[in-house]
DNA sequence: TATGAATGAGGTTTCATTCAT
DNA sequence: CATGAATGAAACCTCATTCAT
């Protein structure tokens, strides 16, 4: 029954079964928020059976954090890339770029990240703040680096302008697709990029 | 029917009442989320029983579209205020300021909005989506005024730029609060003028 | 306060309220039942303050008791005034008669009875056995006499009989008045009476 | 996806579920009515958790109006079963003879249709009346071919007729149940068919 | 005599989780 | 690897009753 030779079959099943429970959830708490979404909800969604949620994660709040990380983590991989090799300033503007893109790929995440990031006392809510140290710990380096080669303002406080850079980035690209999605990309990211070059 | 002072007596307990609830929720709620934060806690911190909350509230959620309306009718006020009798630029200045001070005073209710804002497919979308309106249009009227005036360029897409403008100030003030709160006001203030600036 | 040339006015007026709230009471639990049908309907129907419900009886419970009662007492007062001095065949025939003639006029009491009389197992079912006991005891000493004076079958049993005879009024009247109050009474009447003809 | 003899299982278990429901649902809502039972007392006497009765309904007026659905469909089919094949005069002694044993095998269903079927304004109001035309229908074919052959007296209003019929057959018969057990069905039957014989 | 705000026990309903298949 | 019936704790909400005015 367990035989050898369908294992690797089996765990290609089970990726695919996570993945679109991933997808499913993403984009019900992007909507509904995580305490309103149903484990219903999302086997409904991702077509499987409730007890399948529970096969491949061991609990609703245990998938919801795989899922935060999962997306933190790509969204540090694209930051990385991004500045990699670049001189300050052109680092900053691809940091900018590589959000911009992020958010437009990934719009459900996005907007689950803009709702759960400034709030206090959920369960999760160390190791969101973990994660978004790594994403935001991205930024901080390139501007420290600015400063440093005397490139960016030396008076630049690089922990508060990072943070700020990251929820700035947030808002503004969640508020375009969720209010005017027919404006082109290039407009709001010159738009971002004039906000960002003014703060650094 | 009933005399006068009785009738008044009663009016002001019942409001009393209402305004011990609304704060109850809005802390609770900016903390935990609506869905997470259930009536008894909301009960529980304003010191009645259940039971009060239903007398004094149809439901749970009619309980937060009133606080969404009053919170954001007490902002728009703040904002009409705050433009009066000035000139573009100035008017500007007056509603980043006024914004930073009300987030302040009421950061509960500035999570709580930045939580629920860019969401979709919630019971009080609509309801939030009028309020967002009205508040916004203060800062559209003022931005379109100093584009006729000539004070501000001319090019300026309005309605996209009090979108953003609004955005911007909420996370940039609730990051503050939440994640740097030793920063003095008068720094931040200072901080969203100049990205205010630069994009007007 | 209370002075006494008063006092009389004051109990006419709470006769009224009692009244009043007997009849809002037996309407809305003809329609809904006792247990679906609140206090707080009762008093929004009869146009008083809940408390004032209070005010005039013990409880929900004790409200609908003295009302049964009170429809009950009239029924067998009626009842007895249409046995009066007749002769056996003549006084089945006015009984009959005179439960139509009540049911017409108190159409709710009259459902609210059908629901209530074959239950088991509900607070007042004890009080509801008396009553029906003092209502039926009309009929039964009519149909004794009868027997006794050989105008009706000697096999008859006037206990069973009794308790059916009306039952049966109680289901013909009352699906007339619901399902079909286009037909004349008449009819209606001649139709029962032929029942009870043959039954007895 | 399933196995086949797994989801048969899986009917099956279900189907007892529902039907331990049914049962213990019938029997409370004759003895107290709908709105005095409770989901609790249901759950209790079908021997399973709450949580059960919602996984197998909708709601409390789900398992109700599913109740009356499956009750008077079998009534309906056992009227049918009953007048099939038969000459109009036999054929309605024998609807009186089903409508007897049938109340007498399932009297908790009886005694709750007594005292729900002349209400107004409930919520399944409009389904009890589709579903009482059902039965009453039967009936009504079964009178209007009597007359048609001249079985039975041609003046005979159909519809008023069978309304009566119906009510009359379920007050005797649960007057019976409820106030003198004793009697012998025989001696019933024989008393509800004079009456039937007279009225047609 | 009447009122209506407040209460809390208890009702209906939801839902994360378990488990036999 | 997956299923879906069942569970029960905990949520939302209702309502008979109390009480200060």
Redesign the pocket.
Known sequence: MTEAHV?DG??R??E???QRLFEAAVELIAEQGF?????????LRA??????????F?????LFEELLRHGIDQLTEEFRAAVAGRPPREAVAALVHAQLEFIRRYQSFAQLLLSEMWRSNREWQQTLLLLREQAISVIAETLQAGVDSGDLRAELDVRVASSALFGVGLVVAVDWLVFSPERPVEEVERGLMAIVQRAT
């Open positions: 294992a089996r765990t099943r089970r695919d079964t996570k305490s309103a979404t149903t484990v219903d909800d999302i086997a077509k499987v059976a409730k007890g399948t949620v529970y096969y491949n061991a609990s609703k709040t245990a």
